[in-house]
């Protein structure tokens, strides 16, 4: 390869996990990950319940630090950051099970991150807010309510609407169709795809739904013991002869990844 190529090679990482270790006391959780997404690219994560899909993006996000490793985005070290709330400025986030604040209605919710991290006046960041509730395809008459009385396909939309409210360049869904019916679970896939669509954003996607994983991935990797066992994309997963892959998409009881 020329080193220009290489050089384009390297810059078009949107985020770059090199060698990265985490213990939780003595749970050895993490055990040498190395990952890399492009601009751009949509990122699937997959793996067993309690592997660290969460633990590796809330690293990501700078929320938690790394026993060991780097993590760059943009090609800067979040770990050695002079501004780390610059960087996460970048980054917007679908908790697991939508973790909408339950004090504030759901418009308050939308702006929390325009008003927090944006420093936007209230009028402006509700303007936005109003915008992005609007591009979930929530009535305007949702925005008062708090997140208890919305059913669960509406706290899902309001979550994606905050997750989008500060237009971030990297998006982080962490099961965003969990508990959502098969119908719903398609129209929050098709609303993300717009949405990230719209905003060029690069984005990394926890889940265990197959289907959302073959609507959404360009590609996808499997974690296992602290390790990405295996990467590729939709059609290489397909064909591929991984038998611990091959077990974690069949939903098989016995296999590779249920050996101890
Ligand atoms: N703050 C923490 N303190 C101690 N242990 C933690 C902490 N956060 C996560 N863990 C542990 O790390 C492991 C991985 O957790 P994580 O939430 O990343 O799992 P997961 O792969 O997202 O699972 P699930 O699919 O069930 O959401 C679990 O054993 C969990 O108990
Ligand atoms: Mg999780």
Redesign the pocket.
């Known amino acids: 390869m020329e080193p220009t190529a290489i050089k384009e090679n390297l810059e078009s990482n949107k985020i770059e996990i090199k060698n990265i270790f985490k213990s ?2 003595e ?1 050895k ?1 993490l055990n040498d990950i190395n990952l890399s997404v492009k601009k751009n690219e949509s990122l699937v994560i997959i ?10 993006i ?1 690293l990501i996000m700078g929320l ?1 630090n790394p026993d060991q490793g780097e993590i760059l985005i943009d090609g800067e070290d979040l770990c050695k950051a002079k501004d780390i709330n610059m960087m996460r400025r970048k980054m917007g986030m679908l908790f ?1 099970g939508g973790a909408l604040f339950d004090s504030m209605t759901i418009l308050e919710n939308v702006a929390f991150g325009l008003r927090q991290g944006q420093n936007k006046s209230k009028k402006e960041a509700h303007e936005i807010a109003y915008e992005k509730l609007n591009a979930v395809e929530l009535d305007e008459r949702v925005s008062h309510l708090y997140p208890s009385e919305l059913s669960g396909g509406m706290q899902k939309r309001a979550a994606l609407a905050r997750a989008i409210a500060t237009n971030p360049e990297i998006i982080f869904f ?2 965003p169709t969990t508990g959502l019916d098969p119908i719903l679970s398609g129209t929050i896939n098709n609303l993300m795809k717009k949405c990230v669509r719209e905003l060029g954003a690069t984005t990394i996607t ?1 889940t ?1 739904d197959m289907k959302s994983l073959r609507n959404i991935a360009d590609t996808v990797a499997l ?1 296992h013991q602290g390790q990405i066992l295996w990467t590729g994309s939709i059609h290489e997963m397909d064909n591929s002869s991984n038998e611990a892959l091959k077990q974690f998409i069949s939903g098989s009881p016995n296999g590779p990844l249920t050996q101890n």
Not at 47 to 56: D, I, Q
């Open positions: 939780f006391g749970k959780v793996g067993g319940s309690g592997t660290g899909k969460s633990v590796l809330k938690i697991q962490d099961e926890i265990h974690i």
